[in-house]
């Protein structure tokens, strides 16, 4: 009887310790925008991807507006506080001015094809000593920014002497080389300044236009690419180094260069919805300028372009590197 007891108490312990083995490591996701927007729909999707092919080893819980927000989830995810967040680059003070390449104007048209050429320049080495204090799991160009304004702009010139909402340096400079003004504001407090009259426009994307209700505050719009802005999906270097080699195939799997190409198609995909919605709107015009219009911005911003270069650590590598790279993935397409 002994014997059968002792057999049973081992059994019991060789039990747990499976048990134990086969729990999975909880990874925490610091999202710091609702659940519902579309770079989150696509964190969400590729989550359970990644559970689903670690085969149990990790699971990803999502934290929303509560550990962190837009200017904290670096430091949070750097920190260790999260495993893992969406970051934008832009808010991290001077750390990723090489990954800056894709605020340049002219430069990048949509969020897919300046994700792939952004990612390939990580993998390439290129941009990837910026990404020293984390790990980057996806990286991502936004939608490049538009103007979109409450009087209608047909020439250049009519941006002179009004105030615009800008993001960054470049888009400091962009404003400035137009006689206009440029207040920076996060997407956020756009709506609340044109409702007020402290900005009579704005420098923003189509990229949840009609989900900061922006239709209802501006009614002309032009579309000319004032240059983007990078985002990422980062994990904690700890982390990483910790999982379990099933946990990291899952994640190389469904991570990379195939999450950085989810994140810019979801992107562009918004970028349709809310364009079409605000073409339909009465009242709403949407056009471009005159090519003549256009070529004369080009030279016109040639300076910023110089200055981005002479500023930036292996500045002209980089952006002819991105050429090269958004010219191949503009010709997959034709």
Request: aromatic share 8%; net charge positive; glycine share 8%.
């Amino acid at each position: 009887m002994r014997k059968i007891a002792i057999l049973a108490v081992a059994g019991a312990l060789v039990s747990g310790a499976a048990s134990a083995q086969t729990k999975p490591i909880v990874l925490k996701f610091a999202g710091w925008a609702p659940p519902q927007i579309n770079v989150n729909i696509v964190a969400q999707r590729w989550a359970k991807q990644v559970e689903a092919a670690s085969g149990g080893t990790v699971k990803i819980q999502f934290f929303w507006n509560s550990i962190a927000n837009a200017r904290t989830v670096y430091d949070v995810v750097r920190t260790g506080v999260a495993d893992i967040g969406w970051i934008l680059q832009p808010l991290v003070r001077g750390k990723f001015k090489r990954t800056g390449v894709v605020a340049l104007p002219f430069l990048v048209r949509n969020s897919t094809e300046g994700s792939v050429a952004l990612w390939k320049l990580y993998s390439d080495g290129l941009i990837s000593s910026e990404y020293d204090q984390v790990k980057p799991l996806g990286i991502a160009a936004l939608p490049p920014s538009i103007i979109h304004s409450r009087t209608p702009i047909m020439r250049v010139a009519d941006m002179a002497g009004k105030k615009f909402r800008i993001a960054g340096r470049v888009n400091a400079q962009i404003i400035g080389s137009l006689k206009a003004g440029g207040v920076q504001l996060p997407i956020t407090r756009v709506y609340q300044s044109l409702s007020k009259g402290v900005i009579q426009g704005s420098l923003s994307p189509w990229l949840g236009f009609t989900a900061f209700k922006h239709q209802e505050v501006t009614n002309h719009h032009v579309e000319v690419p004032m240059g983007a802005i990078a985002g990422m999906i980062a994990m904690n270097n700890a982390t990483w180094k910790r999982l379990p080699a099933k946990a990291k195939a899952a994640f190389t799997k469904h991570s990379f260069a195939k999450l950085s190409r989810a994140l810019g198609e979801i992107c562009d995909k918004d970028v349709a919805y809310n364009r079409g919605k605000v073409a339909a709107l009465k009242g709403h015009k949407i056009m471009s300028f005159s090519k003549a219009e256009i070529s004369a911005l080009q030279t016109r911003f040639k300076p910023i372009e110089a200055s981005w270069v002479k500023s930036t650590p292996d500045g002209g590598k980089i952006l002819a590197a991105m050429k090269v790279e958004l010219a191949k993935v503009r010709s997959m397409k034709k």
